[in-house]
């Protein structure tokens, strides 16, 4: 059936000849260039109105067989939709490649990206990291890198930009209106958020309205808090994942974007005080420091100012001494602010004889299920091979390329995670020159090893 109409602002229905024409100005609007008119009905129209508006007219279009003359009626989610459309058009692009819909999948990256939505962008984001589809993964990946080109920036710096505040406040939280009452949202130990009334007193969910409350306030605040609720749920797990690569990589962050996304950040400060940062100055490893409220502090508690021209990176366990580990550890503990990874008693393997330890580490068979397993650390599988076998793993680190081959492969288009695979060898590539193992650094080389450890 028809589309129920967007309602105005002032609670009537957007009339039927307006409908007409906003109908006809998104037919001709496209990708980039949206008709203006479209902007001043959105903006004269409830927002949850037009989006409800928006995913029916995408549902028409599904349902009428998707005519490619009408993409428009795909492309227009983005200039009407919000986050929850986004989520539900995530869930859809993730089945859509099982389908034989992967051209389909893609397009939806460019409709997300038009959204120019923070939650649309993370979720783009995600879709690099974590897609099942080998496609949709390497599609967006492509659409962060395009992003990242047009803005003129590193692809990290995108998604230091990209983190959702969710309208917090400077103190990591928010405050709920229901009239004459008021709860504050604040975040538990693992970021769950938790409710607070106006006494301090912690509440297990947020009330439903009283009586004396003002019941279009008291509904406003509850659909704010389910929102952020689901939201801030799937942004930390993504920050948590990507703070962690950070420190794998060594990641350099400046200090003015240090201060500036991480640091003042309202949500990304949860997770940033919970962390051991260092002072980066050129090859030189400067201090170590932990964030308190949004002072920098040494060990011992006292505040401390970097140096003007240091960078800062995320400390790891194999740059760490036996000494500086514990003290740190029972610093963060006493603080009661328990790293969202391990950092600080992370598994780690340090050794005089790196090719001695990696020939070690390489056991005679190991589940096939645990080497695709290996995408979700960084790795990737190789081009098929003779006899249309995939039979190496290959992640790039510290600027080379590293090659797990193993026997006697996997079968493209026919890959289960059942069976065995013997592990063959492991080898470092500079270009297309294999170099040592030895030209690791230390955090990379622990990682790797740390990865093989975790196949068997």
């Not at 959105?42 to 037009?50: T, V």
């Not at 058009?89 to 939505?117: N, T, Y």
């Not at 607070?196 to 009330?207: I, M, T």
Request: aromatic share 8%; glycine share 8%; proline share 4%.
């Amino acid at each position: 059936g028809a589309a129920e109409a967007p309602r105005l602002k002032s609670g009537e229905a957007l009339p039927a000849s307006a409908l007409d024409d906003f109908v006809t100005m998104l037919a001709f609007s496209k990708a980039g260039d949206v008709y203006a008119g479209v902007r001043e009905v959105q903006a004269a129209c409830e927002p949850s109105s037009i989006a409800r508006f928006s995913w029916s007219l995408f549902e028409a279009w599904l349902a009428g067989g998707y005519p490619p003359k009408h993409k428009w009626a795909f492309y227009q989610l983005g200039w009407l939709g919000d986050d929850d459309i986004a989520y539900r058009l995530v869930k859809l692009m993730e089945e859509w490649p099982r389908q034989g819909k992967a051209k389909r999948a893609e397009l939806g990256l460019d409709v997300l990206a038009e959204m120019e939505r923070d939650v649309a962008l993370v979720l783009v984001s995600r879709l690099a990291q974590k897609s099942r589809s080998r496609s949709l993964k390497k599609n967006a990946k492509k659409k962060i890198a395009e992003i990242a080109e047009r803005l003129d920036i590193s692809e990290g710096e995108l998604a230091d930009r990209l983190v959702p505040t969710f309208e917090l406040d400077e103190a990591g939280g928010m405050d709920l209106d229901f009239g004459p009452r008021r709860f504050r949202v604040g975040f538990d130990a693992e970021l769950n958020p938790l409710i607070e009334d106006e006494a301090g007193k912690r509440r297990k969910s947020l009330p439903k309205a009283a009586k004396n409350d003002d019941p279009e306030l008291a509904a406003a605040a509850a659909t704010k808090f389910k929102l952020l609720k689901k939201n801030v749920r799937l942004v930390v797990r993504s920050e948590i994942a990507r703070l962690e690569r950070a420190m794998c990589t060594g990641r350099r962050w400046s200090l003015e974007a240090f201060q500036r996304y991480l640091v003042a950040h309202p949500l990304m400060i949860h997770l940033v005080r919970r962390l051991v940062w260092a002072e980066q100055l050129g090859a030189v490893r400067g201090r170590l420091f932990r964030v308190g409220d949004r002072e920098l502090r040494a060990l011992d508690g006292s505040e401390l100012a970097l140096e003007e021209d240091a960078e800062v990176t995320l400390v790891h366990r194999a740059e760490l001494s036996e000494d500086e580990a514990y003290d740190w550890l029972e610093v963060m503990r006493g603080e009661k602010r328990l790293p969202p990874f391990d950092q600080l008693d992370r598994t780690f393997f340090v050794s005089e004889d790196r090719a001695a330890l990696t020939a070690e580490m390489i056991d005679d068979e190991v589940p096939a299920g645990a080497l695709l397993g290996l995408t979700s650390k960084g790795w990737e599988r190789s081009e098929v091979g003779d006899g249309g076998m995939i039979d190496r793993m290959v992640r790039r680190v510290d600027g080379y390329r590293v090659v797990l081959t193993f026997e006697p492969g996997l079968a493209a288009g026919m890959i289960a995670e059942e069976g065995s695979q013997a592990l063959d060898e492991l080898f470092v590539l500079d270009g297309n020159i294999e170099a040592s193992v030895d030209a690791l650094s230390a955090v990379a080389f622990s990682e790797l090893m740390l990865d093989l450890s975790r196949l068997s």
